[in-house]
């Protein structure tokens, strides 16, 4: 079992950057592929992305490459998302997730543990 607990959201005008957490307990974080999704509402839940167990390898989907990063520190057992050039379709709850399967998938089906989520709204 792992507990995931994100932070670092808030109200930040188009244009502006947002730095999310997640921080997750347990000694075996550094096996598990991180993954950042994130729902709009009335919108099903998005992949955004995510990064391989050792930080080597990242994959984004289309509408935030350029703009968001993902990164990790398996020492502090926590992952990042910088989110920079921020527009009004960024305006979602993101969810940081964990795969323990190493699947390095897409899916919110492939991930077996989640975080509650944090508020991310970006004003015009």
């Known amino acids: 079992q792992v507990q995931l607990v994100e932070s670092g959201g808030g109200l930040v005008q188009v244009g502006g950057s947002l730095r999310l957490s997640c921080a997750a307990s347990?000694?075996?974080?550094?096996?598990?592929?991180m993954g950042w999704f994130r729902q709009a509402p009335g919108k099903e839940r998005e992949f955004v992305a995510a990064i391989s167990w050792s930080g080597d390898s990242t994959t984004y989907v289309d509408s935030v490459k350029g703009r968001f990063t993902i990164s990790r520190d398996n020492a502090k057992n926590t992952v990042y998302l910088q989110m920079n050039s921020l527009t009004p379709e960024d305006t979602a709850v993101y969810y940081c997730?964990?795969?323990?399967?190493?699947?390095?998938?897409?899916?919110?089906?492939?991930?077996?543990?989640w975080g509650q989520g944090t508020q991310v709204t970006v004003s015009s």
């Open positions: 997730a964990a795969d323990p399967r190493l699947r390095f998938g897409i899916s919110r089906h492939e991930y077996d543990y």
């Open positions: 347990g000694r075996t974080f550094r096996r598990y592929v």
